[in-house]
DNA sequence: TAGATTGTTAATCGATTAACAATC
DNA sequence: TAGATTGTTAATCGATTAACAATC
């Protein structure tokens, strides 16, 4: 295909990966309601960016549009979730089989963009033994073990903070790839591992400053 | 207090706000700690910044260090506590009593941190009524007439996409100031209400992508 | 063709880093 | 005082926006 003989080499700005989830989602919403094109205007009024921007971002990767038409919804969603990496089928664990840990491995369509949930595990009894999706949950203590005869590419980790730092260092030596990190922690971990963290109640934090902000003390 | 008088008009830029909660978060556990100062310079290697970037971030606010000693914790601790807002007592009702929901209310420390959920809705006749958190789960139905009667600040969505709109007018309708949303949606709301925005699937296609780029396709 | 819209270069804007005088 | 570290200004770096030739 033309686009991917003309990608540039210079390096991918992390404000760009973290838009393309963003087009992704919303490209797949069009491809479901059946919409041909989209012309980066149109796209920038929905996601309230700019058009400048989006073609900007997509340029990284290639010429996906077509000029005085837009760009092919169909086409440019597949791209983008090969961006992405969604048809590289990652093996995840989950640690943390809470309200948190449920909710992650039950939110629809990770199975669909190729993320799928291997094990999870879990230090209170009552909980091992259980189904959870589907899967059933481990003994944390099995954890190093499993990881040794299993090749996982993601650990989630979604347990209290302080058992953070410790599971994820076993997930390390197990040879992860990534760690997907939910505990309200900074995990200061070698650099060779790829960490995402989602600090959930930080986001709030920010929320609470932007009242008080605009709505005064 | 000295800081407050010196307080600077420029804007908050947001990537300064953002930062706001990764100190407190630190400053909290090293106040737990018994720490009782800290320099820019042990801070910034800690969470992984600069220690001029913490300065420059701090120095929007005033001037809350020594020169020659650095910060102390607690002062700094608690100032940026009230920046962020947390001595204001919000309140909030919780839309959506899921897994993801249910997870959010029992997060700790929101109480201590001045958040208060009032009430909780969903449209599943199985939980309504349960007890979640300590707060009774209502009928979805109830919402706008909860609204009207109660002064709620924040309103916080973990429903299904589908659900995630209508809900989030309602939410408008009923007063709050800011939505903090957890649906895979744009919400495309009155730029009045502040909205939060918790896209946990982004993050995992962000995380693969930075994975497929370091290991190959 | 005429109109529309891309892809890309250049200009602007904003955020981070460096440097250092002020000062505890 | 001497050493340390802030607060702040200036320099650098990076990201966004504007502009427009290329072209479908």
Redesign the pocket.
Known sequence: MLGEQ?KKERAI????IKRLPIYYRYLTILLSREVERI???ELAAKLG?????I??D??YFG?????????RVKELQKTIGEILGLNNNMQLVLVGAGNLGRAIVNYPNFSKRGFYFKAIFDNNEEVIGEFIGGIKVLHLDDLAGYLEENEIDIGVIATPPEAAAEIAHQLVRGGVKGIWNFAPVSLNLDKEVIVENVHISESLLTLSFRIKEKYGD
């Open positions: 003309k700005p992390v404000s760009v012309s980066s205007r960016l700019t058009a400048s921007q073609r900007q997509l340029s010429n996906f549009g077509q000029r005085g038409y837009g760009y």
